[in-house]
């Protein structure tokens, strides 16, 4: 009788532990997959293909004066000089439709790399010079592999002599990939070749440190006055209430609530980072007050007894003691708290933060995007070209949350004490 | 044994202590005597611990608890509007019953109550201060090479003498020992038993106590709590040995408790 008992016990408990070992398996399968993807689609991101080309600086032709400044080269047509630099390579191309077709190769901001190479060196004028421009989007694919060009014609977005040309290039070797440091560098394009997620970064971290500097202080000082000061009544029970509650509340409320009073009533920039930034510490505030209240009642009332013992006033127990002990904890939730803040799109599209911006915002006050509202925006890109960057932007962000957690694992190691 | 004739420091009258309608202390009246051990005994859950908080108002820390009555202190009333409850912590210190050194270092530990009382003008005095606390919790030769050590790495006993000394360290005049041994070995608890003794000499200590032989080694006095009752109060030897009271006789014969 018992003995049966025992044997039922066992088993259950067997089921119950392979139960639990294929729903981990499953979790990990899908975490394979997904990440696996995410980085074949999105490592060509960070790469970009260049033509090397043999750049003739004619001042003539770009209409430059000996003693030039920098507001002449505006005006000056490189992307002229490179279009020359390409019909020389096939001097049989004569037809002017051909010509249209080889020079669609090359990117047509071309312009910028050969502007930026004459400003750096003034004497490259009436020189030629050997420099990698950067492909089109769709040759950019192509070099990497991306493109199926056994498609027929009409199914590509490159021509038969096109892709002639483009092979004949590669085979001179004059193709090449790199590494695309620029992406980090530059704002938004409406050319894939040249849209890098710069801006986004920027924008992205404004709005961090903005969440961070009002939301820390605020939830610190609010958990401790609630867990610490407040008295018990009917008034502070349903403040906490509502405090668990707003952790809970779908992330757009708090975008209307941002546009509504931040915005029509304060008057602030719309789409600023400033903006995005107060709006996300509306969210992470929640998150940090729950994560510090549970660090400060974790705090052993043991420790608190003893400071008041002493004669230590209540402000000095909080200070010396409570809060020293509870801030490794605090912090822990915090960087969670910020992280769900990093990846919140849907608040930041209320308050206007998805516009097209190409310039990198310097200060909070200017218009900007964030990453996961980069993503979004790639996403929605028709282009072929965005598929890779937008896997990219996502393998950025990814890597920041799981920087963000790590941090969040060393503090809690590192400070946490015992007692 | 005659009982020296010693100063009264602490004067308790019709103390009644209230947990919401729950009365845990009933109209005690008790004086304590100073440099010496007076130590209270009863059951689990006879107030004596809630008493001994009294005296150093720990027990306002409670939303729900509620004293009445009057306790003088050296002369001064310690429920009046006017007394500080800081500065009356500084003049009575407390032990608790788990040692609960902060987790800081040892020399921090005791430097805590000088710091925040002002008590040193410089960093010379406090060293000294925080050295003569620890020598006279017979503390010093065990830690001296590491003051800067956490008081949590010491064993059961160290610590629980480093709370002594981090006590001792704001220059009280009462000391409460809330059942100071009850988490210690008997070899610690020896050591600190003889501690309490010696301090006795200088402090008015108050030990609330489950042991009864301990009582009778530490204590010149000792008061039988019973149900929020002061039952009896007497000269040690003479509770111990010829109780008045039919139910302190039962409790020290160990029939209850």
Redesign the interface.
């Known amino acids: 009788m018992n003995n049966k008992l025992n044997v039922k016990r066992k088993s259950a408990e067997k089921k119950f532990i392979l139960l639990g070992r294929v729903s981990i398996l499953l979790a990990f399968v899908f975490l394979a997959v997904f990440l696996f993807t995410i980085f074949k689609t999105g490592i060509s991101g960070f790469y970009k293909s260049y033509i090397k080309l043999n750049i003739f600086f004619d001042s003539e032709y770009l209409e430059l004066p000996k003693d030039y400044s920098d507001s002449n080269l505006r005006h000056a047509d490189f992307q002229g000089i490179a279009n020359k630099a390409i019909y020389k390579l096939f001097p049989n191309v004569k037809e002017s439709s051909d010509k249209k077709e080889l020079r669609k190769i090359i990117s047509s901001y071309s312009n910028l790399t050969i502007k930026n190479a004459l400003r750096n060196d003034k004497a490259l004028l009436n020189k030629e010079v050997s420099l990698e421009i950067p492909l089109n989007s769709v040759f950019n694919l192509l070099n990497k592999g991306l493109l199926d060009e056994n498609l027929p014609q009409e199914k590509r977005n490159f021509t038969d002599l096109q892709l002639s040309f483009f092979n004949q290039l590669k085979n001179k070797g004059l193709i090449s990939k790199k590494f695309n440091w620029d992406f980090f560098k530059t704002g938004d394009s409406r050319a894939p070749e040249k849209a890098g997620i710069g801006g986004a970064l920027l924008g992205s971290l404004f709005s961090m440190i903005i969440c961070f500097l009002f939301s820390f202080p605020i939830g610190v000082a609010t958990a401790i006055y609630l867990e610490e000061y407040a008295p ?1 009544n009917l008034f502070t029970e349903f403040i906490e209430v509502n405090i668990n509650n707003l952790a809970a509340i779908p992330s757009i409320i708090f975008g209307i609530l941002g546009l509504s009073i931040l915005i029509d009533f304060f008057e602030l920039p719309r789409g600023t980072t400033l903006v995005g930034g107060l709006v996300l510490s509306l969210m992470t505030l929640p998150v940090i007050i729950v994560s510090c209240r549970a660090a400060i009642k974790a705090v ?1 009332p ?2 608190k ?9 209540k402000t ?1 127990v909080v200070f ?2 409570v809060l020293p ?1 509870a801030l490794p904890g605090t912090l822990t939730g915090t960087i969670i708290g910020l992280a769900r803040a990093v990846g919140e799109t849907a608040p930041l599209l209320m308050i206007g933060m998805v516009a097209f911006v190409v310039n990198l915002p310097k200060t909070p006050l200017e218009q900007s995007t964030s990453l996961p509202v980069q993503i979004y925006l790639w996403a929605e890109s028709a282009e072929q070209g965005f598929v890779e960057k937008t896997s990219a932007a996502i393998i950025v962000i990814l890597l920041f949350l799981f920087a963000m957690n790590f941090a969040a694992v060393l503090f809690r190691n590192k400070f946490e ?3 | 044994m005659v009982e020296t004739k010693k100063e009264i420091i602490i004067e308790c009258k019709n103390l009644d202590v209230y947990y919401g309608n729950k009365q845990a202390i009933k109209n005690v009246s008790l004086n304590v005597y100073d440099n010496q051990v007076t130590a209270l005994i009863g059951a689990s859950g006879c107030g004596k611990s809630t008493f001994l908080r009294c005296f150093n108002r720990m027990n306002d820390v409670i939303d729900i608890c509620k004293v009445t009555g009057e306790i003088h202190i050296n002369g001064e009333d310690i429920y009046s509007k006017e007394q500080d409850v800081e500065k009356l912590r500084e003049k009575v210190g407390m032990v608790f019953q788990k040692p609960n050194p902060f987790p800081k270092s040892i020399y921090d530990n005791v430097a805590y109550g000088p710091r925040i009382h002002n008590l040193t003008n410089s960093k010379k005095e406090l060293d000294e201060l925080v050295e003569k606390s620890l020598i006279k919790a017979s503390l010093f030769d065990e830690v001296k090479d590491r003051l800067k050590e956490s008081g949590t790495a010491l064993s059961g006993g160290q610590q629980q003498r480093l709370c002594i000394a981090r006590a001792i360290a704001v220059d009280p005049k009462v000391i409460l020992m809330d059942e100071p041994c009850s988490a210690l070995d008997p070899i610690a608890t020896a050591k600190i038993e003889e501690l309490i003794i010696e301090l006795s000499n200088a402090y008015c200590i108050l030990v609330v106590t489950h042991s009864m032989q301990q009582a009778a080694r530490i204590s010149k006095r000792t008061a039988f709590f019973h149900l929020g009752e002061l039952i009896e109060v007497g000269n040690t030897e003479e509770l111990f040995q010829k109780p008045k009271n039919k139910m302190t006789h039962d409790y020290i014969t160990g029939r209850f408790g």
Do not use: I, T, V, Y
């Not at chain 1, 007894?305 to 006033?313: K, T, V």
């Open positions: 018990k052993p043991s420790l007894h003893a400071a008041l013992g002493l004669g230590a006033s000095q010396h003691h002990l004490k015992r007692w």
